[in-house]
């Protein structure tokens, strides 16, 4: 089995290696191809935590609010009518929601009849007019999102897609067809981007998708970039490879590894070395944001700033105070940036609040952005 660059989990990775040597007596081998130094080491840690018994414990969703719209509306559908409080009650009795109180069931259901989704009769809920262009399209009866990609343009010319990110901001620079462009207008309800050529000097923003990485993957990078353990997978090419790297890390080995994180300031860009999950970053990237702090995040959890380290610092340390009104912040978001929700197929069905409930619970990792604000110190380099 061959893999180019790193997989972006643990069990992804033993899942390929298990493709090969399936034959009795067989032995499983797989060669990684790394493209960039970083996608190495993350290779390396993913193949190092599995040796030493570490797999990332499963990504599980708590209150399945949008599943439960969706199933609502199969209901409803395949009973051609069925009273509010047998619906509240057939989806109660289904194991993936027997734990969701029964008002907030019956909340989602009274949305659904408030958007025409249903509609009421008598004493039976039917199909509404917005039902039914739901339920008509063949795609209702799965629950996986296509992945959405916005056109690009310069002028009336199309120069490629960018795969839809709610954090695309208009005035940054992008890559795209091998030149830096930068964004002048983002028509979400069109899912079109113009742009004009870059000529600001900005580093550009490569905004494609990737899977989320987890906290440990990226916390065991980062040790492994401070300290001297070898690694015998790696052949010389990959050693030399590492040593490098770690001579880029050598000015950090003094901080605390698990309290400190270096904060580098250059002449054109200020670059915190943060090493945390992508979940945990994402969150950290929305909460700069409401500071009024652009920034960027490269695969390797590095987040790009273009203040200078004396002002992030301060921001820093003011992001806290934000989760004093962060479901309003996420609500305000998202009636600014609907597509927000895009990466549940039927989020944008339920009521605002459980739409901001979702959010935290399947992008956001809020609570684990509390942590590294409470326990992680910014040093300057």
């Not at 008002?103 to 008598?122: A, G, P, S």
């Not at 409930?357 to 990792?365: A, I």
Request: contains cysteine; aromatic residues 10%; hydrophobic residues 40%.
């Amino acid at each position: 089995m061959i893999q180019v660059d790193a997989t972006h989990t643990i069990s992804s990775l033993i899942q390929r290696v298990g493709r090969s040597g399936r034959k009795d007596g067989a032995v499983s081998k797989l060669s990684l191809f790394a493209t960039t130094p970083m996608t190495m080491l993350q290779s390396l840690v993913c193949w190092n935590l599995y040796c030493h018994k570490y797999i990332e414990p499963p990504f599980s969703i708590q209150c399945p609010y949008d599943l439960l719209a969706h199933q609502a509306i199969s209901i409803v559908k395949s009973t051609n009518g069925i009273g509010a409080q047998r619906l509240v009650q057939a989806l109660k009795s289904n194991f993936a929601f027997s734990h969701l109180p029964e008002n907030e069931i019956r909340e989602i259901v009274d949305h659904l009849v408030q958007t025409d989704i249903f509609e009421k009769i008598q004493h039976e809920l039917i199909i509404g007019m917005e039902g039914e262009k739901i339920v008509n399209k063949r795609d209702f009866y799965s629950s996986f999102v296509r992945e959405i990609n916005l056109k690009v343009f310069h002028k009336s010319q199309a120069i490629g897609e960018l795969q839809l990110n709610p954090l695309l901001e208009e005035d940054t620079n992008i890559l795209l067809a091998a030149r830096i462009w930068k964004i002048v207008e983002i028509d979400w309800k069109a899912r079109k981007i113009y742009v004009v050529p870059a000529h600001d000097g900005q580093k550009p923003r490569f905004e494609g998708k990737s899977g989320a990485i987890h906290r440990e993957i990226c916390r065991e990078m980062y040790r492994i970039l401070l300290t001297d353990d070898t690694f015998e997978p790696l052949d010389p090419e990959s050693v030399a490879v590492l040593s490098q790297l770690r001579k880029n890390y050598e000015p950090y080995r003094n901080l605390d590894f698990h309290h400190e994180r270096p904060l580098v300031s250059t002449l054109k860009a200020c670059y915190l070395h943060l090493f945390m999950g992508s979940r945990e970053t994402e969150a950290l990237q929305f909460l700069f944001q409401q500071v009024g702090v652009k920034q960027d995040i490269n695969a390797n959890c590095i987040l790009t700033f273009g203040e200078d380290a004396a002002e992030i610092t301060e921001k820093w340390s003011m992001l806290p105070e934000l989760y004093n009104s962060l479901d309003s912040l996420l609500a305000d978001w998202l009636l600014q940036h609907p597509e927000g929700i895009s990466f549940s197929k039927w989020g944008y069905l339920l009521p605002l609040s459980y739409q901001v409930r979702l959010l935290r619970e399947k992008k956001f990792d809020f609570v684990g952005a509390a942590e590294i604000l409470e326990g992680i110190g910014l040093v300057s380099v």
